[in-house]
């Protein structure tokens, strides 16, 4: 069975825009063939959680350190450059399962 | 559980007084408590929530245990406010429209979140929402959302 890619995806206080950005991607993977495991956080849970996952995506501005990919997902929300998103979230995930 | 709607129409000279004045109609409404308005107002200045759309919308929120109905103010302000965008630290919106959005156990309520992100983000709703008479929006929000 392919890896299972992990995934964390954060805002500003954990509650609306991680929700909507975390089912956008859900979907987005699962259209890919991508089996994932999402998590939900916010901002400054990112240097805890970031080392229980392979992937970060934040729905604002993260200045923080990381050493995970880090994926900007707004667009998920707002539709501005949707599909440049959803591309580099299937090369991202596919990179880790590969790797 | 079903969600309570309020718009109300105002003025103010900054985000912080917008988002008081939804925070206010909340509180009135027995949506909120105390604790509401001063957390969205902390989370605003560390992550803002201004939207860059066609017509722009803030969407200031908050998670804290004091929400007691869920419930979405939208404020319509005869001078646009900045708000900070959401996706950039130093950009901007000047924005007539604040929608305060009061949510509590937001995991059940993906599908809710889902529409209502979809709705603030559609330019023909909220021109709508610009346009239409302030006792019509509740309505008009619940019926676009739900």
């Known amino acids: ?99 | 559980m079903s969600n309570t709607y309020l718009a109300i129409n105002g003025e103010a000279d900054n985000w912080e007084e917008a988002i008081t004045q939804c925070g206010e109609a909340l509180k009135a409404a027995g949506c909120i408590g105390d604790a509401f308005t001063p957390a969205c107002i902390k989370r605003e200045k560390e992550f803002p929530t201004g939207l860059p759309s066609d017509v722009p919308v803030a969407i200031p929120h908050s998670k804290t245990e004091d929400i007691f109905k869920n419930a979405v103010c939208l404020l319509r302000l005869k001078k646009p406010v900045k708000f900070y965008r959401m996706d950039s630290d130093d950009e901007y919106v000047n924005t007539r429209l604040v929608m305060n959005i009061a949510i509590n156990d937001n995991d059940n309520h993906v599908d809710f979140l889902q529409h209502l992100m979809g709705v603030v983000t559609d330019s023909e709703k909220m021109e709508n929402c610009m346009a239409m008479p302030i006792e019509a929006i509740p309505g008009y929000l619940a019926q676009i959302i739900e």
């Not at chain 1, 089912?23 to 495991?37: L, Q, R, Y």
């Not at chain 1, 939900?40 to 923080?64: A, C, H, L």
């Not at chain 1, 501005?80 to 959803?86: D, L, T």
């Open chain 1, 1 to 99: 069975m392919a890896k299972e890619v992990k995934i964390l995806v954060a805002c500003g206080s954990g509650v609306a825009t991680s929700t909507v950005a975390q089912e956008s991607v859900k979907k987005i993977c699962k259209d890919a063939g991508i089996p994932i495991k999402v998590t939900k956080g916010t901002i400054s849970e990112i240097p805890n959680k970031q080392n229980t996952v392979d992937v970060v995506m934040v729905t604002t501005n993260y200045r923080g350190q990381i050493d995970k990919p880090l994926i900007k997902v707004f667009g998920l929300i707002s539709g501005i450059g949707k599909e440049k998103i959803e591309q580099e979230i299937i090369a991202t995930c596919k990179a880790v399962m590969e790797a």
